[in-house]
């Protein structure tokens, strides 16, 4: 399909509508992009937020003007900023791929253009604010205070853990592919030392922008609560429960569904072979407390290994 148009590469088009710095924040979930883009904007470094989210509606033989009027619309002075989730990135290159006989990637037609990797090393706590952040529908909040309704989850938590390992990897793999050396940022570091390191950032984008917004942009508070420290302590032990009998038999059904899933491949399976799986992986026993049934699978590794089955 041809998304073509009328966008230059080299980025002379947008040089010659005024725009002459740009910049890419490269995120995943969770991750404080948030409060960054509001850190940019503050000081005039264009108006950085998602505006590439898929699915992009735009119509073939139009993707080029459309992507020329998206900047212009956004730019602060001659400062575009914008921040791309992984995924989004990737749909975005496929367009402009069609668009633009030669592109390969942003940086051959946004002018002087930075990408900044934002990165947080602990991704367990990401994973935990993720569920959270999810279960609730709350991504920013200005005060401490704790939603009852959001309950702890261990496979939720595992699988927001591996989507952002994933989403990791998928980056580091793109920078690498295409030979660019991102300006990274850790999510840690920066934000405990913004007063040294915010002026380094500004000054790799070459300053603030000759605009600055008149309205003050309120800080993001980084959310941190004790319910949150509480999920992240009993996912790490939890964590080293896997492979435990009795973990297995607290998580149910669920873990054997997950762990069919990602070990033994179920996404292959058909739907009728997929539930006869699951029930020649596990076993019903009676437990010692009460009348009720209660699942055990025998495959409780990540891996899929088998362990010792219990005595019926």
Known sequence: ????????????????AGIVRSYTVAFTQRSGSNQLCRLLAREGCGRPSELFQTPIAVRPGEAADWFKRKIEANAAGSVFGTKLAHDHRSRLDEILRAALPGYRRLDDVMPNHRWIWLDRRDKVAQAVSLHVAVATGCW???????????????????????NLAA????????????????????????YANLSTEFPRLLAHLGG???????????????????????????????MNRIGEVEFSA??????????????????????????RNIWRLGR?????????????????????????????
């Open 1 to 16: 399909m041809n998304y073509g148009g009328a966008l230059a590469i080299g980025g002379a088009d947008l040089a010659d």
């Open 140 to 162: 920013a909040r200005e005060v401490d205070t704790v939603d009852t309704a959001c309950r702890y989850d261990f496979l939720s938590i595992l699988s927001r853990l591996m």
């Open 167 to 190: 989403n990791h990897v998928a980056w580091t793999v793109y920078f690498e592919t295409h030979g660019i050396r991102p300006y990274v940022i850790h999510y840690e570091n920066f």
């Open 208 to 238: 603030p922008g000759e605009e600055t917004p008149q309205t003050p942009v309120a800080d993001l508070e980084i959310q941190r609560d004790r319910r949150s420290q509480e999920f992240y302590d009993r996912f790490v032990e939890d």
């Open 250 to 275: 607290e998580l149910g059904r669920p873990f054997c569904r997950w762990n069919t899933f990602f070990s033994q491949m179920g996404w292959k399976a058909h739907q009728s072979d997929w539930w």
């Open 284 to 312: 019903k026993v009676m437990p010692r407390d009460d009348d009720s049934l209660r699942w055990v699978p025998r495959r409780l590794s990540l891996g899929g290994g088998a362990v010792e089955k219990t005595s019926g």
